[in-house]
């Protein structure tokens, strides 16, 4: 567990699903976790910390270790409510709307695009920080990317993802936290800014 800004903390677990590691993140003050797995440390961890009381999915496919958090703290687990009819059986989610407070200084914002359910959760910790699930992954040069495996159209799919996030670069963060491909720390904005602007061609 790195603490990445004061009350913000960011792990990485391996994915036995998808055969990778994801990345996963705890606002302190909001008492929310994000897209969460395990950490290595167990759940003990949370012990010397504020105890967690919500999951908050990016999309339907990060429902990931959900369930243990919801049964040894009782979280609440939410996602956008269009995505309410993809989980399993046993897996309790709540929907929220774009727009809303999912937690203390956290907001629901629209992505889409890739699916209807894509959130962006702006979180007010430092100077702001964006959380985004599979819309974009980091690159092995460090740039953002969209993952065209996942789209039926990736031209028209990739348009309409850069036309989102030009209108994200509104929201007051200087940090990225993405589901794949860690954290960008300080220079997050500029790194959406870049892959938001470039070109469709």
Request: proline share 4%; charged share 25%; aromatic share 10%.
């Amino acid at each position: 567990m790195n603490e990445i800004r004061p009350g913000l903390f960011h792990w990485t677990t391996f994915h036995e699903g998808i055969q990778q590691d994801v990345d996963s993140y705890f606002v302190e003050s909001s008492a929310a976790l994000i897209d969460p797995m395990l950490p290595s440390e167990g759940l003990e961890w949370f012990a010397g910390h504020r105890e967690p009381s919500r999951v908050l999915l990016t999309d339907h496919h990060h429902y990931r270790d959900s369930d243990r958090f919801s049964q040894e703290f009782g979280c609440t687990v939410t996602s956008h409510e269009t995505a309410l009819d993809r989980f399993g059986p046993g897996q309790r989610v709540e929907g929220f709307r774009f727009g809303n407070v999912v937690a203390p200084g956290i907001v629901a914002l629209e992505v889409g695009a890739l699916f209807p359910d894509e959130t962006a959760f702006h979180i007010a910790v430092g100077d702001g920080a964006l959380a985004l699930g599979d819309a974009l992954v980091r690159s092995a040069d460090g740039s953002l990317v969209a993952l065209e495996y996942l789209m039926d159209d990736p031209e028209a799919v990739t348009r309409a993802l850069r036309e989102s996030f030009r209108r994200l670069l509104d929201e007051d963060f200087d940090s990225l936290l993405l589901a794949h491909g860690g954290a960008l720390i300080g220079d997050g904005k500029a790194a959406l800014r870049a892959f938001a602007e470039s070109s469709d061609s």
